[in-house]
């Protein structure tokens, strides 16, 4: 298995009549990776999970999943791979237990294999006592997790999540995040869609960030955050110094911005590598300026977010 | 390397079965749904059952005799003693009961025309002209019918007559045979008792001749009575087209057993007419023989016995022949006696390949909006496409599990219409089944196609709605397709519904084997087909 990555797209595009809702991405996930879609809504996150999973077929360019084009070996593209729609897409007038034997007759598992994955999954997605009632009176965070077990059913490379976490409680939120670690911590390669930011941020070792149907931005959250995050800030609350101090405090922590507000010095910063906070203390305490309290905060994804998706709100 | 095939086969039935056994799942796990599903079926059954089969009485008629003959009086009392009429006027003129008719006095006018009785006692086929108030065709239909059963009412009623005479004929004979012999035993010696012998001989002959020709023309009469005589089936399928004919048509349906009866009848004339035959040979060996014996017997009167024993035996044959005329019915028919055809209750055996036709079409085509339509909207279809499944596997599986589901229901219908009503099933009940099989994966296959059309079961039902209602309306199962306009009546050859009902009367009312309706067979298998192959060709394994 020389293959290195899980996904390969290339000039990905899907049209709607004159819509245009993927534009021609190009995309490359590694196998093992947990990586993020970000997005606002209709930025087109849905559409390449759907074309990557073999629901809807490109307009143009091509893509690989799990070695396979997902044009021309379609079926094997879908052996391969798991995915938890958006909706809840099970049969609501079935038990959890069979609706998993359904999925698992349909992926051609054999019976006891069959039976013995799923009550395995049920039992890791906390529903093994509830296997024998019908799935209709589920919660939200039920009905997400067996459709979480219904994905990994057959033992997929990947695994698809889309808005997993959308309209759950924070409970449910928390146990599909874990779970989603757990997974790819045992090797399974996931694409997560999301618009939570802070989930993104702590689950996703690499997000991509979705726009009018084109990749804007991707990389680590770190990487996102240093290139779109518009900076650190290094907050100082500091004892009688003089006006000069802080034009010289720009200087040499050699900030985009220095400002005071409420009587806290802010200084704005691209970057804090290279030993800046040892700079600006020492620079300080040759000054004999007093530092009551030092602060200083990581541009968050969210702003990332905005900076590169713009603030205008969409639907 | 693997390909496609070795996860997806195109027709995988291990998956089939999964998707019939799922179907049955969903279906089961909502016990009021399918409860209703099987109960819907016996509503109509009982609907049908207690509701049809009323028949229309005393049809304001009038009557215009041109001949009055003997026959034409017949007729008149035929008329005025059945229920369906109600003759409230005898005119004297056709015109005169045309105005009757424009002003709506009269629905019906019969017309004896001249030369009626005529043409009966010269053999001929008589005529009765009936005039209909065509503003009602449903009056029109009844009045056809019940036109050809009376004509042939009539004609039963004079071979009757006719046989009575022939009977009387022989009668005579057998009596000029006893003098013959009395003559010859009498008069041994005597020119004078051969001569006797002779004349009796000639009358006989003369008798049996009579005989013979009164046959010949009561067989030729029954030959023209039964060139208007019509097919059973016709009658069947005429009941079919119009509820309100029904009482007519069981009229015509024993109109049927009485042309069954003529042909009978016939084949004891011919018999009869060789048996005259036998009988003039007859009186002429008793002539020659009478005549030797008389010359030999001047010295050996002895042997006079023997001959007296021939003219025995011709005597006895003679006798028989009589009585062999008097023990064949007369056939008069009356109308109001007419015993309802099948099942006791009028109008279900003919009602029930119809509304099983029906309930199968409604039943599939309302039921199918679930199946693809249904999964699609609530994204359980979703599920199903994320899988290394065909869309020919989903398409047979989803199939299969409706068409033995329909299946099911109709075999309830036709199993509460012999235990509730007493149905008679004419044919086999494998036939049936067959048929409701094919007919099932047809209308299934509708509403497969209209299932991968639609995008949400609202969708589907509107579309249903377009499919099923014109095909209840134009399937004659609660309006007679008579009354239909032209057009109409073409789009109702297209409709499966009709081949469905149609094949199910014949195996149903007719008792047919699977032979004899082979072209409902052919165009039931080639829409379940055609309806296969276009929902695979627009399924579309897309989801927007």
């Known amino acids: 298995m020389g293959e290195e990555y899980a996904i390969k797209c290339d000039r990905f595009t899907r049209k709607f009549g004159k819509l245009t809702a993927v534009d021609g991405i190009d995309l490359r996930i590694k196998k093992g990776e947990l990586f993020g879609f970000l997005g606002p809504n209709g930025a087109g996150k849905t559409t390449t999970i759907k074309m990557l999973t073999t629901l809807l077929t490109p307009t143009e360019g091509e893509a690989m999943v799990a070695g396979f084009d997902i044009k021309t070996d379609a079926a094997l593209v879908r052996s391969k791979i798991g995915v938890v729609p958006q909706e809840f897409a099970l049969f609501k007038e079935l038990t959890a237990m069979e609706n998993l034997w359904y999925i698992g007759e349909l992926f051609g598992m054999k019976k006891d294999e069959l039976e013995r994955k799923s009550e395995e999954l049920l039992k890791i997605v906390g529903l093994y006592l509830k296997k024998d009632i019908l799935t209709e009176s589920f919660s939200g965070g039920m009905k997400q997790r067996l459709s979480v077990a219904a994905g990994l059913l057959h033992t997929p490379e990947i695994l698809f999540l889309d808005e997993p976490t959308t309209g759950l409680d924070p409970q449910s939120r928390i146990a599909i995040r874990e779970l989603t670690q757990k997974l790819n911590a045992t090797g399974i390669t996931i694409v997560y869609t999301t618009h939570d930011m802070e989930e993104a941020d702590k689950l996703c070792k690499r997000i991509a960030i979705m726009d009018y149907g084109s990749i804007k931005a991707e990389g680590t959250p770190h990487e996102l955050k240093e290139k779109y995050g518009g900076g650190h800030r290094i907050e100082l609350e500091l004892g009688p110094h003089d006006g000069q101090l802080l034009e010289e405090l720009k200087t040499v922590a050699n900030a985009n911005e220095v400002s005071q507000e409420n009587g806290v010095v802010v200084i704005h910063v691209t970057s804090v590598g290279g030993g800046l906070i040892h700079t600006i203390s020492s620079f300080l305490a040759k000054k004999k300026v007093k530092v009551k309290e030092m602060d200083m905060t990581e541009p968050s994804l969210e702003e990332v977010f905005i900076n590169v998706t713009s603030k205008q709100v969409r639907d | ?544």
């Open chain 2, 1 to 544: 390397m693997a390909n496609n095939n070795s996860v997806e086969k195109t027709l995988d039935f291990r998956k089939i079965y999964a998707i019939v056994k799922k179907n049955w799942m969903v279906l089961s796990s909502d016990p009021l749904r399918l409860r209703v599903l099987f109960i819907f079926p016996l509503v109509m059954i009982l609907l049908f059952g207690f509701t049809a089969g009323k028949t229309p009485k005393h049809i304001p008629a009038a009557i215009a005799d041109y001949d009055k003959s003997e026959y034409s009086s017949i007729i008149q009392a035929q008329l005025y003693s059945n229920e369906l009429f109600s003759i409230s006027r005898l005119v004297g003129s056709q015109d005169e009961g045309k105005k009757l008719i424009e002003s709506g006095e009269v629905k019906i006018l019969f017309v004896i025309p001249p030369g009626f009785g005529d043409d009966i006692n010269a053999g001929r086929t008589p005529e009765i002209s009936v005039i209909i108030d065509e503003s009602d065709p449903s009056i029109a239909q009844v009045t056809r019918a019940f036109t050809r059963v009376f004509i042939q009412g009539v004609s039963n009623q004079i071979n009757a007559q006719r046989v009575a005479i022939l009977s009387q004929s022989a009668r005579g004979f057998s009596q000029y045979l006893a003098d013959v012999r009395t003559t010859a035993a009498d008069g041994r010696k005597n020119d004078q008792a051969l001569a006797n012998v002779y004349a009796g001989f000639i009358d006989a002959k003369y008798a049996a001749s009579q005989t013979d020709r009164m046959v010949a023309q009561t067989y030729s009469k029954m030959r023209n009575n039964l060139g208007m005589i019509f097919d059973p089936n016709e009658i069947v399928d005429d009941y079919e087209r119009n509820a309100s004919t029904r009482s007519a048509t069981y009229a015509l349906l024993t109109a049927s057993d009485a042309q069954q009866q003529t042909l009978s009848q016939m084949a004891t004339y011919r018999g009869f007419a060789a048996v005259g035959d036998r009988i003039a040979r007859d009186a002429a060996t008793i002539y020659l023989s009478s005549k030797e014996l008389y010359l030999s017997s001047l010295e050996q009167g002895r042997q006079l016995a023997i001959s007296a024993k021939i003219i025995d035996s011709a005597s006895m044959k003679a006798k028989d022949l009589a009585d062999f005329a008097d023990s064949i019915p007369p056939t008069a028919i009356s109308l109001n006696e007419i015993e309802p055809y099948g099942s006791g209750r009028p109008g279900l055996d003919f009602l029930i390949p119809s509304i099983l036709a029906l309930i199968v079409f409604q039943g599939a085509v309302m039921g199918m909006g679930r199946a693809i339509a249904g999964e699609r909207q609530d994204g359980s279809l979703t599920r199903v496409f994320l899988t290394p499944t065909s869309n020919i596997t989903i398409i047979a599986g989803t199939l299969l599990f409706y068409m033995l589901f329909e299946t099911l229901r109709s075999s309830l219908v036709v199993f509460a219409a012999v235990i509730i009503f007493g149905v008679t099933i004419k044919g086999s009940l494998l036939s049936i089944l067959f048929l409701i099989t094919i007919y099932a994966a047809g209308a299934t296959g509708l509403g497969m196609v209209l299932s991968v059309m639609a995008r949400t079961q609202e969708q589907y039902m509107a579309l249903a709605m377009i499919i099923s209602l014109p095909s209840m309306f134009l399937a004659g199962v609660f309006l007679p397709v008579e009354t239909m306009p032209p057009a109409l009546q073409g789009v109702t050859k297209v409709l499966p519904i009709t081949y469905a009902s149609d094949a199910l009367r014949g195996v149903i009312i007719k008792g047919f084997s699977l032979s004899q309706v082979v072209p409902d067979i052919v165009f039931l298998c080639i829409f379940a087909l055609a309806t296969l192959v276009l929902s695979v060709l627009m399924f579309k394994r897309e989801l927007l």
